[in-house]
């Protein structure tokens, strides 16, 4: 197994210049003194209490000396571009007040380092629509189910809602045990004089607040398809297509929450070395538990939800298609929980893929844990590789190159391992410039049964996938090249050991 030690994705830092023109476009601790001077000589002149006026002196005042601490540091180099996002959100919280809004000296700084988090774009196929709304279909209430209280009722957020509710709370612990709704409406006290419409709003209510859980029969997943790849590799795009296959089903979005709901699979159980998760992961009740977390998430195309479904019309065996890029850690876990899996690998090249990560971390908008101890930084993105806490002093070129690599080399020693016909390797390139052929091959692969809905799509370019941040281009890396160029050589090893199976 390549683990991340082995991995020579750090250039020398030494051989870097301390100041170069095409570095990070920041400001130096001067142009910050004279920025955060003007800021605190206005808020004296302005109604702030003495005492709120003491706590942003005092938080602008260390956030000028941090900055000026880093920019002596780094300059204005790369590997110095997360300690200053950290110092900017630090500052956007330190000054968070209504007098201080639209203040253009105070954007100046907190847009320092700023990317696109939005793009205009039109979507070239109305098919998938309902893919990109992400309406998760919320079960509702089926008069022939059983009902009954969520495990650690007083612990949810939302029980604390019903104490001002008493016919709420009073319905609810007649579920003590799994009953219908007819049963519930049968032994109703006669004083309480609850309409039966009542009843049932009052029980849909608690459903949606999910404090009510349906008890079902588990549907078999037979042959169920797990995409894997390294973040930002596509599967989004590759996803949101399958998807709408008419006997698959999803949960509609990511399983970070599915999985990591289960304590045991947590990477906290794992004093968050990495989300590596294994066969040696699978204890007894985890099948169960992680295929009934799946089975009350599941949507169709349309994204009807399966438990709105009425019971007789329920199937008993369901084609599911999930995807969610810290399974590129998990493939051995994945297989012993459902032994008849299937995988799709998407492979992404290194220019295109990098880029994207490193326009992630940037963007601020995929973190995947807050505050991780013994990361400095306020927030991880993407997936948690095993030995992430040697890239502390990494920049974020460095840190996307190292997750690229990590991400591809586990998927593809884990994939080796399984017989041929378990796993079908898709290059992103060729999904992007012959989807109704890549497309194809991967139904041909999974026994996936088309219709004209499907052919509709694959008729015309695919559109863009609903995690994108800026307009695709094949060449969006460039603006990226030189510090890409220089972590390449590193990555060789691998890309020597996938050159003949993308060809």
Not at 35 to 62: D, M
Not at 301 to 306: D, H, N, P
Not at 370 to 378: H, M
Request: net charge neutral.
């Amino acid at each position: 197994m390549i683990v991340s030690n082995d991995v020579p994705y750090l250039p020398s830092r030494d051989s870097q210049p301390t100041w170069k023109p095409d570095g990070l476009q920041i400001l130096t601790p001067t142009e910050i003194g004279k920025l955060t001077t003007k800021i605190l000589s206005e808020l004296e002149n302005s109604q702030i209490s003495p005492q709120e006026l003491q706590k942003l002196s005092t938080g602008i005042q260390e956030f000028r000396r941090n900055w000026e601490k880093a920019f002596s540091r780094f300059g204005n180099q790369y590997s110095g571009e997360l300690t200053y996002r950290n110092l900017i959100l630090n500052f956007e919280e330190t000054i968070r007040l209504p007098q201080l809004e639209s203040r253009n000296d105070i954007s100046t700084i907190t847009s320092m380092l700023s990317t696109s988090k939005s793009s205009s774009r039109q979507l070239s196929s109305k098919q998938l629509l309902l893919a990109r709304n992400k309406l998760k279909a919320k079960p509702q209430l089926n008069r022939n189910a059983c009902y009954q209280v969520v495990e650690n009722l007083e612990l949810q957020k939302s029980y604390q809602r019903l104490l001002t509710l008493p016919k709420h709370l009073q319905i609810l612990q007649l579920f003590k045990s799994p009953s219908t709704l007819e049963e519930i409406e049968h032994c109703l006290p006669s004083e309480w004089e609850i309409p039966p419409t009542e009843i049932a709003d009052i029980v849909q209510k608690l459903i949606d607040l999910e404090l009510l859980t349906e008890n079902f029969p588990l549907p078999k997943f037979t042959k169920p398809i797990f995409i894997v790849s390294a973040p930002r590799a596509g599967s989004t795009l590759l996803f949101e297509t399958l998807a709408q296959f008419p006997d698959l089903w999803t949960i509609g979005d990511e399983s970070h929450k599915i999985i990591e709901g289960i304590p045991e699979l947590h990477p906290a159980a794992k004093n968050f070395s990495s989300n590596r998760l294994t066969q040696d992961d699978v204890l007894p009740h985890i099948p169960t538990i992680l295929t009934e977390r799946f089975t009350r998430q599941l949507q169709d195309r349309e994204a009807r939800g399966y438990l709105n479904f009425p019971i007789n019309e329920r199937l008993s065996i369901i084609r599911f298609l999930e995807k969610t890029p810290k399974n590129a850690l998990r493939i051995p876990f994945l297989k012993t929980v459902f032994p008849e899996a299937l995988f799709i690998y998407l492979y992404r090249e290194p220019r295109g893929n990098i880029s994207s990560l490193m326009e992630g971390w940037r963007s601020q908008r995929f973190p995947s844990y807050q505050f991780l101890s013994g990361w400095p930084y306020r927030q991880w993105c993407f997936l948690l590789t095993p030995g992430w806490e040697s890239l502390q002093e990494a920049s974020i070129v460095e840190i996307a190159a190292h997750q690229w690599y990590t991400a591809n080399a586990y998927i593809l020693d884990d994939l080796e391992t399984l017989p041929q016909k378990s796993w079908h390797l898709v290059n992103y390139y060729d999904l992007i410039q012959d989807p109704k052929k890549t497309i194809s091959q991967i139904a041909e692969f999974a026994q996936l049964r088309g219709d004209q809905h499907i052919e509709e799509i694959l008729s015309q370019s695919l559109p863009v996938a609903r995690r994108t941040l800026s307009e695709p281009s094949s060449d969006k890396w460039r603006k990226n090249e030189k510090e890409i160029e220089a972590v390449l050589p590193g990555l060789e090893p691998l890309l020597i050991r996938l050159k003949n199976k993308i060809s």
